[in-house]
């Protein structure tokens, strides 16, 4: 089955995060949670002078981000299969760590935080995109309501790190300092159409393993009621759903 599109899905929030990254010329990047790369790729596209490594734990998304970095010719770019909780980084190294929704299922945060201020250089920055809670994500409440049950993840959820306050502090015993947190509020894209969009929902883990679950009549319930909210939200420019995100920045102390 192919990979779920999430450059496509969060293309809305690229123009933020990047805008927040401020990668320069010369910076040496690392991207927790780089899927199939295309963050890592953008990193290694403005520093034309430094490096950009995407670290994550599926290798199938790595062989991916590896075959289109390729592809591009991109030649200051490296992907590794990493845990960033856990990893030895090669300490100081790194000027800016991103991650765009990477950094919300360590099983300890404060211990993968530490890990990843370790890799930064003195003054080093983050920026990362985790999202709010759930109550202020359409596309989670709006699946649940099919799914009759959030959807299930391993360990920490998509929503760990929507409290700032906790987050903060989090990031404080880490070793960081000046914390920031920005509002994002943009829409997640799923597809030109519902039909598209319905196909592409299906690569998603959760939900091919809640229908199969299922007994054969309720599963055809659960998709057609998907389908249902997947027209609903359908507009001239593809189907939508409200998100809202935080945008986090700070630097190593």
């Not at 040496?28 to 790729?41: A, E, K, M, S």
């Not at 596209?45 to 981000?65: K, W």
């Not at 950094?103 to 404060?110: I, S």
């Not at 597809?191 to 229908?211: E, K, Q, W």
Request: aromatic fraction near 10%.
């Amino acid at each position: 089955m192919a990979l779920f599109d999430y450059d496509a899905e969060l293309r809305l929030h690229n123009a933020h995060f990047f805008a927040a990254a401020r990668v320069g010329a010369g910076d040496r990047v690392l991207d927790i949670g780089c899927g199939t790369g295309q963050t890592t790729r953008e990193a290694a596209r403005a520093a034309v002078d430094g490096s950009a490594l995407g670290v994550d734990i599926s290798e199938v998304m790595l062989d991916q981000a590896r075959r289109i970095s390729g592809d591009e010719g991109l030649s200051n770019i490296g992907f590794e299969l990493a845990d960033a909780q856990v990893t030895a980084f090669p300490p100081t190294t790194f000027d800016i760590c991103i991650s765009r929704f990477g950094v919300m299922f360590f099983a300890d945060p404060v211990a993968a935080f530490t890990n990843i201020a370790g890799a930064l250089r003195s003054g080093g920055r983050l920026a990362w995109l985790v999202w709010q809670g759930r109550d202020r994500n359409e596309w989670a409440s709006v699946f649940g309501d099919v799914l009759a049950a959030p959807i299930a993840t391993p360990g920490r959820g998509p929503f760990s790190l929507a409290d700032p306050a906790a987050t903060e502090s989090m990031l404080l015993a880490a070793g960081f300092i000046d914390v920031g947190f920005t509002e994002i509020d943009e829409p997640v894209y799923y597809g030109p159409d519902s039909v598209a969009a319905y196909d592409n929902l299906l690569r998603l883990t959760g939900f091919t393993t809640f229908l199969a679950d299922l007994e054969p009549a309720k599963a055809e319930r659960a998709r057609a009621r998907l389908r249902e909210i997947l027209a609903d939200h359908q507009t001239d420019s593809g189907v939508y759903f409200d998100s809202r995100a935080w945008l986090i920045t700070a630097r190593r102390s």
